[in-house]
């Protein structure tokens, strides 16, 4: 089309039809689906005029319990797609031996880099940092996040990320680099594409957003905790989110800051990390890998945090070593800084500089292996109550062990040398990140679904979710370490090794009994939501918890406490919740006060708007529509600090209304149950 | 452990005997924004220092270009210094002015800041244009691409650092000394300051000891 | 239990913020900020340029005179103090040194190994042609 490029290339870049992959079917019937899919959404959503309530509830709102939920909406749709993506590939591995398979290899290595970046950044990351909003606030006894409306904004910039990966399965490709995209290969040489911009801008958008998101988090912590709630009074999960974000704020803009190297490589012909002009390839591995190893434990110790809190919970004890755990926590935080080489053993740094790092790789398992002891000595002697959370607990410390132990292999060198980049390797990080990650993600879902809506989840269900993804699991990665062991590299778009293909076939089973475990999963929600009136949690306090969360009711009130909880001694949480729950027991009507909170407000989704055209615009070098994004973010801010009320007041007797519903309910509760 | 029995235990601490200290509650909103803020430098200084690793990397590459002695000019680089350096010192006349509700000195300290900034960001830019009309752009070596990014990343930050002044001193036109304000004023001069340390690295690292190699 | 007092505390301040202090005494502490950060300056740029003191030692000088100089303005302009109000914003600054020299010193230690044990690309470019 030589006419329409003459007068396209001034208005829409590098943008004209040959972008849509009119003769890709796969990509073009997703894409499709998805969108027919969102504009059903949105047309029922405007039809049923649920819209004004969408907006002034949701998406404006700048309720941390609101953005933590939609932060796991997000999550949750995103785990979709890249499941959706490793399906695909396990079909794919298992039909390519000695043929071509069904994908084209252009098309393969676009899915691997897309599920690992949707995987980490799309599913893992919005998850745990869900969830932190979620609970955090409501852990600490405080009304509120530090930086409500910051908080809304980063929600926003993960979602406009997340929107423009998808966007590039319709609309260009995605980078075919694998989820890192290391130069030279994803040097504008060597991907001319679109695909390494897709990725690189939507990760610079979303970076922003979880940078924020980090801030936010380590300042509620560090500075709004209730009355009392004393550093080593605070429950585990709070030390944990802690250290993750203060992992965060330090490790995030270094991504930040090579990734804009490498844009500044691609748009402007720099040279950091090219072949010409004295570029240092391995500059990139180094400094990506900086923030790549943090990253993981950004990612776990969250869930370490969500194990802690629920092996307590349905053991009826205390947790074990609960300072012993701290300082497991904060050591994994120092130490995960100092073991970023053991990526890149085989890059041809000498044998020093390999076993220092080797040594450091290794010693952080001590903290870990402190955490794990912990948990069972916490179950040990305690009265077990297998509800699902704890099966996704039980179940992740069984898997964690071994994904654990064989990455104690990996850091050995010597060892390194034979499985890097082997399926081992795919196998090893699937244990850890599924094993640990997901599997925490899942249960602190099971286990603080109830305080976010109000009813629980359906248990037999969920039951059944835990065990065909438990199942399926070891069925899909434990071949994929036998395939490593016998020579199998990662990322094969076909193989001619005839020892490979049984254990590829084995593999593609348990992918199967894992989209079971998923598909489990939803009807659990669904069946969930239709019976909510059987499974109404009215005391607030349905696992019988051991922190302040449970001392308000579900779902919590806007402004979380009627009354802000006064928190004393130590034994971390029993004492507390039982004392704040008799504090609020015995508060009679008269003493409310007012209370002020965060007006809601539309910066963040209005910011998202102009950083979705702005990324857009950049990807495909559409210069106005920058400049255009640019003015529209800047001013979004200045008409944001221009506003006058930031705050708006909850009246004493509106406060007291609210609360006076909940409490007679407990205080009817707690009278047939005999009393606190 | 029964819950009833744990009402009566809420004092029991075995960890510390003597004196505890309570904590007081969620902090006022003045220190919480600027702690936040104070995080958020930290992270910048983070981000700044992957360039300088870069730079650090790269600097002896220069692939047949230039090397850093035959670029640095030691005499603009010392004005740039200087005008930093005070620019410094009236944005902490300012946030004094700011504090003690000062209009005048307010906008006088702020306006001379402003300036201060101009000079240092007109000051890099004929240096950079000047470099790339003699064919020495960013994309001649890997050491003026780290050259480049690490002071131009620099520049980008008093930029910034020039709009969100302007914004203050619209701010504080408008809507006068509020306590909001002042927050943000406060979080303004930590940027500034901040800047300034980064610049100081900037001077020492790439200038001064790159024009002695 | 009767051994323990329970005591309340005062927060502690901003980053930034100082203690009360009148603005007379506020002014001057900017004063001294700027006038020891231009006489570090004004050594960094003398030293740099002169051939009175040891060649090998300028490095040296000039990273001590700038760390000397972050110092200064650290205290004078950001008003960071080892006072107990201070603990968490001190915390938060030595985390973030911390980063910062894990990752320049550990990228230059890494680039440096990995550069030692391969040969450059200028000297076996030529051997292949």
């Known amino acids: 089309m030589p006419a329409v490029r003459t007068v396209e290339p001034m208005m829409l870049g590098k943008l004209d039809w040959s972008a849509i992959p009119f003769d890709q079917p796969i990509p073009l019937i997703a894409g499709a689906v998805v969108l027919v899919g969102i504009l059903g959404v949105l047309a029922w959503v405007v039809l049923r005029g649920h819209l004004p309530y969408l907006w002034d509830e949701w998406i404006t709102s700048v309720d941390h319990k609101r953005i933590g939920v939609m932060y796991i909406l997000l999550a949750s749709v995103m785990l979709l797609r890249g499941g959706s993506d490793a399906i695909m590939m396990r079909i794919q591995q298992a039909v390519a031996y000695q043929s071509q398979g069904y994908l084209p290899p252009e098309h393969y290595n676009q899915i691997f880099s897309a599920h690992g970046t949707i995987m980490i950044f799309f599913v893992a990351m919005p998850f745990v940092i869900g969830l932190m909003n979620l609970v955090v606030p409501l852990q600490l006894g405080v009304r509120d996040v530090a930086f409500p409306t910051l908080n809304s904004v980063g929600f926003w910039l993960t979602a406009t990320g997340a929107l423009l990966v998808n966007i590039s399965l319709v609309v260009g490709e995605f980078a075919r680099t694998g989820w890192l995209a290391f130069p030279p290969l994803s040097e504008l040489s060597y991907s001319p594409g679109v695909g390494v911009d897709y990725y690189a801008w939507s990760l610079q958008i979303s970076g922003v957003g979880t940078l924020v998101a980090g801030i936010n988090l380590v300042t509620t912590v560090l500075k709004l905790r209730t009355r009392g709630m004393n550093y080593l009074r605070m429950p585990m999960f709070c030390w944990t989110t802690l250290a993750s974000n203060l992992l965060i704020v330090a490790a995030f803009p270094i991504l930040t800051a090579t990734l804009a190297m490498l844009l500044l490589d691609r748009y402007l012909g720099f040279h950091f990390f090219t072949n010409e002009a004295g570029g240092n390839v391995m500059m990139f591995m180094n400094l990506i890998w900086a923030w790549g190893h943090p990253e993981v434990y950004i990612l776990v110790l969250p869930a370490f945090g969500i194990f802690s809190e629920v092996v307590s919970t349905f053991s009826g004890k205390a947790l074990f070593g609960y300072r012993s755990m701290v300082l497991a926590t904060m050591a994994i935080c120092i130490i995960s800084f100092m073991v970023w080489l053991h990526h890149f053993f085989t890059m041809g740094a000498g044998p020093d500089v390999n076993a220092i790092f080797g040594i450091a790789s290794m010693i952080i398992a001590v903290p870990t292996g402190v955490k794990i002891y912990n948990w069972l000595f916490t179950m040990y002697g305690g009265r077990i109550r297998f509800a699902t959370p704890m099966l996704w607990a039980v179940g992740f410390m069984v898997t964690f062990i071994i994904g654990g132990l064989t990455g104690v292999l990996v850091a050995v060198p010597p060892a390194d040398f034979m499985l890097h980049n082997s399926m081992f390797l795919v196998a090893h990080f699937h244990n850890v990140i599924i094993g640990g990650v997901l599997f925490g993600a899942f249960a602190g879902f099971e286990y603080w679904f109830p305080k976010a809506f109000g009813f629980r989840l359906d248990e037999r269900w969920g039951k059944m979710a835990f065990w065909f993804t438990f199942l399926g699991f070891y069925v899909t990665f434990l071949p994929l370490y036998v395939a490593g062991m016998l020579g199998m590299t990662r990322r094969l778009q076909h193989y001619d090794v005839a020892a490979w293909r049984p254990w590829m076939l084995v593999a593609a089973v348990g992918m199967a009994v894992l989209t079971i475990g998923v598909i489990c999963q939803i009807t659990q929600l669904v069946v969930s939501i239709r019976n909510r009136e059987a499974l109404r949690d009215r005391t607030g306090d349905p696992w019988d918890g051991r922190s302040l969360e449970w001392a308000t009711s579900s779902p919590p009130p806007v402004f979380n406490f009627a009354f802000s909880p006064d928190v004393r001694g130590e034994d971390a949480y029993w004492d507390m919740k039982a004392l704040a729950r008799k504090q609020s027991l015995e508060h009679e009507g008269p003493e409310y006060h007012d209370i002020e909170m965060p007006r809601n407000s539309p910066t963040g989704f209005v910011c998202a708007f102009f950083a979705s055209i702005m990324g857009f615009a950049l990807i495909w070098h559409i210069w106005w529509m920058v400049i255009l994004g640019g003015i529209g973010a800047f001013a979004t801010f200045v008409v944001f600090a221009w506003r006058d009320h930031d705050e708006y007041v909850i009246p004493a007797a509106e406060v007291a209304r609210i609360d006076g519903i909940n409490l007679e309910e407990r205080r009817s509760l707690v009278s047939m149950a005999g009393g606190v | 452990m029964s819950m009833t029995a744990t009402a009566g235990h809420a004092h029991a601490d075995p960890h510390h005997i003597g004196i505890v200290v309570e904590h007081p509650g969620p902090a006022p909103k003045r220190i919480v924004t600027a702690y936040g803020f104070w995080v958020f430098l930290l992270s910048d200084i983070v981000m700044f220092s992957c360039f300088f690793a870069a730079y650090a990397v790269l600097a002896g590459q220069t692939a047949g270009g230039p090397s850093g002695s035959e670029i640095f000019e030691q005499r603009n680089v010392a004005i740039e210094t200087v005008c930093l350096l005070l620019s410094s010192f009236t944005c902490g006349m300012a946030s004094i002015a700011a504090d003690t509700h000062n209009r005048l000195w307010f906008y006088l300290g702020m306006a001379v800041t402003c300036v201060l900034g101009l000079i240092f960001l007109a000051i890099e830019f004929n240096e950079f244009a000047g470099l790339v009309s003699r064919g020495y752009g960013p994309s001649r070596s890997a050491f003026l691409t780290a050259f480049f990014s690490l002071v131009g990343c620099h520049g980008l930050h008093v930029s910034a650092g020039v709009l969100w002044l302007l914004t203050m001193m619209a701010q504080v036109f408008a809507k006068g000394f509020r306590v909001d304000i002042l927050r943000r004023m406060m979080c303004f001069a930590l940027f500034w300051h901040a800047l300034d340390i980064i610049w100081v690295a900037v001077f020492s690292v790439v200038y001064l000891l790159g024009s002695g190699a | ?129």
């Open chain 3, 1 to 129: 239990m009767s051994d323990q007092t329970h005591m309340h505390v005062e927060h502690d301040i901003a980053p930034g913020d100082e203690e009360q202090h009148s603005v007379g005494a506020r002014i001057l502490g900017y004063v001294v900020g700027l006038a020891l950060a231009l006489l570090l300056t004004a050594t960094s740029f003398f030293i740099a340029g002169t051939d009175l003191v040891w060649q090998p030692s300028i490095p040296v000088a000039l990273i001590v005179l700038a760390i000397a100089q972050m110092g200064v303005h650290l205290v004078f302009f950001l008003h960071i103090t080892t006072g107990p109000d201070n603990t968490n914003n001190v915390l938060a600054l030595a985390f973030g040194l911390l980063v910062v020299f894990l990752v320049v010193g550990g990228t230059v230690w890494i680039m440096a190994h990995l550069n030692q044990n391969m040969p450059p690309m200028d000297q076996i470019m030529p051997m292949r042609n």
